[in-house]
């Protein structure tokens, strides 16, 4: 097990505003996030900065828009769409652990972090219609998809002997389509009946499953 003792600091700041007009709301906001490992001075001889060390050790900046609107299209119908980007911040363990390992052989069985990674980054983006049926029913139809870029994974290093390192290797996208049909409350009775359906696409579940295929 490895022991190490780092210092990242992290900053965060969101602003949110929300506008309405007659027909129209929208909500908008603005996410920036900073994440500074503190990696000044890397040691050259490590293993993880033989084979990054182009890697870009800076603090790492992120924005992020979020934009949603609702929109009365008619009477009865009324329009959604929401667009946002996302940045999920890796577990520090994926940045800092073994850095100060120069040998190979003693990365059996380990995972050698890699301070150089970049955050994922997820863009998403809804559309839908909510429709009166009457006095008592509803109708909502929404589809959404989301494109998801720099998943972290364990990318194999073909060293003597070889290891597992984490890194930026992965894409995914994920789409789908919801159906409701909504009963208000009338006549002693209200629910709803939600049909779904959608579809992922990506190289793994996780990031460790190839290291845990590697382990057996």
């Known amino acids: 097990f490895d022991v190490y003792h780092r210092y990242p600091s992290f900053q965060e700041l969101f602003v949110h505003d929300k506008v ?3 027909g129209l ?4 906001g603005l996410r920036y996030e900073r994440l ?5 001075d890397p040691d050259t001889a490590t293993l993880w900065y033989r084979h990054a060390g182009s890697a870009d050790l800076k603090a790492k900046h992120a924005i992020s828009p979020r934009l949603g609107l609702s929109y009365v299209i008619s009477p009865v119908t009324t329009f959604h769409m929401a667009y946002g980007r996302f940045f999920q911040q890796p577990r520090l363990q994926q940045f800092y652990q073994y850095l100060d390992v120069t040998d190979p052989a003693h990365m059996r069985g380990n995972v050698l972090g890699n301070p150089g990674l970049t ?34 994974s364990l990318n194999h290093i073909p060293d003597s002997p070889s290891y597992y390192q984490y890194q930026n290797v992965d894409n995914a996208t ?11 409350y009338g006549c002693h009775l209200t629910g709803e009946l939600r049909y779904a359906y959608a579809t992922a696409e990506g190289p793994a579940s996780d990031a460790e499953e190839g290291w845990r295929t ?3």
């Open 20 to 22: 309405e007009f007659e």
């Open 119 to 152: 955050p994922p980054t997820a863009t998403s983006m809804e559309f839908g219609t909510v429709s009166q049926l009457g006095t008592e029913w509803s109708l909502d139809f929404t589809v959404y998809y989301k494109d998801i870029r720099h998943l972290i």
């Open 214 to 216: 590697y382990l057996q």
């Open 36 to 40: 500074d490992l503190n990696i000044d």
């Open 174 to 184: 994920s789409r789908g389509a919801e159906l409701t049909l909504r009963k208000q």
């Open 25 to 28: 709301i929208l909500n908008l």
